[in-house]
């Protein structure tokens, strides 16, 4: 991709881009800017807040156009379609011009009161502001504890610390977005990515909101995908899985034969066809499943080759011509 560079993209005197993905979420834009924009008003930075419709079906695109008209400030980026979270927050990294980034949800679930502490952090010299979430009494336990061990088996198997908790609610300089823009992942995982890069950070605690209107649109489909992809993208621990799981089993074919062989010169009938028929059927199964491994990198690499725009836009509102991506496959 023939991205811009940070001094084309930036736009002169805005310090601070608030960037929030929505999907079918018409009844939260108003409370969400009524909530957000005292904050970044308080704040005495100059400001824009980056709404990206990821293809929603209901008004939400509309109601963004609302938003834009009464505030030259809010601008919107509509997606041709639903390319998925993780590519609408790039998109909106993508069109945004502060000096600092913020990305948040647009369901009030990510409180904007966080704003000014993620700001303070900011101006104390940390490149990356990340936030671990404290759940509310409404999350499930499921939720609570998928999080909490997927996040250490994510940093057992890439070595990038993630902490329970860890979200897309978060501050990004200029400067670290700077290091990771062209990253070409066919999939992206944002909040390994900003850890990755290795700037200097701060944490940031926040007690999770409850959602203003409507239902989430995050299904446990797409919350295992996103976990299956942030793996993919920051580990080949899998693909070595075989490797160990080849010499465990050799060792123990290898002390069975000896066993077989020793019963047979004493004489004796060696029993255990049921064993026999086990053992071969967990070969089969530890076998299909280091293919499906080696089948998910390779439409990995095969999604990568095809060199396809991670978003395309369709429309945008109150953003001018030179803050377009001049990349004519946007």
């Known amino acids: 991709m023939n991205h811009n560079t940070s001094d084309q993209n930036t736009q002169p005197g805005l310090d601070i881009s608030i960037i929030v993905p929505v999907y079918n979420e018409e009844e939260n834009i108003a409370d969400l800017l009524q909530e957000t924009l005292p904050h970044l008003s308080a704040s005495g930075l100059s400001y824009e807040v980056i709404l990206i419709n990821d293809g929603s079906k209901d008004g939400t695109w509309l109601e963004i156009q609302k938003a834009a008209n009464n505030d030259p400030c809010v601008k919107g980026v ?11 927050l790039f998109c909106g990294l ?78 990004i300089d200029r400067q670290a977005f700077e290091a990771f823009k062209d990253f070409k992942d066919a999939n992206l995982f944002l909040r390994g990515i900003v850890h990755w890069v290795g700037f200097p950070s701060a944490s940031l605690a926040y007690q999770e909101g409850e959602r203003k209107k409507g239902k989430s649109k995050y299904s446990l489909l797409k919350m295992l995908h996103l976990g299956l992809t942030g793996i993919i993208s920051f580990s080949t621990v899998p693909l070595k899985l075989g490797i160990w799981a080849g010499l ?28 026999t028929v086990g ?7 530890i076998l299909f499943i280091l293919l499906g491994c080696i089948g998910i990198y390779l439409a990995d690499i095969h999604n990568c080759l095809k060199n396809r725009p991670p978003f395309i836009v369709e429309k945008i509102v109150n953003i001018r011509t030179g803050d377009e991506r001049k990349d004519d496959r946007y």
């Open 94 to 171: 993508h069109f945004a011009g502060g000096r600092a980034m913020i990305c948040m949800d647009g369901d009030l679930q990510h409180p904007p009161s966080m704003i000014p502490k993620m700001l303070h952090a900011w101006k104390e010299g940390a490149k990356v502001v990340t936030t671990t979430r404290i759940s509310n009494a409404k999350t499930s336990w499921l939720k609570k504890t998928s999080s909490r061990y997927y996040y250490k088996l994510f940093t057992f198997l890439s070595g990038v610390p993630l902490h329970e908790g860890t979200s897309d609610f978060c501050l």
């Open 279 to 285: 053992v071969v059927s967990l070969l089969f199964g």
């Open 78 to 88: 509509s997606l041709s379609r639903n390319f998925g979270h993780q590519h609408a």
């Open 248 to 275: 465990l089993m050799s060792a123990f074919s290898f002390f069975e034969l000896v066993y077989i062989l020793t019963r047979y010169l004493q004489g004796a009938t060696v029993p255990g066809w049921a064993s």
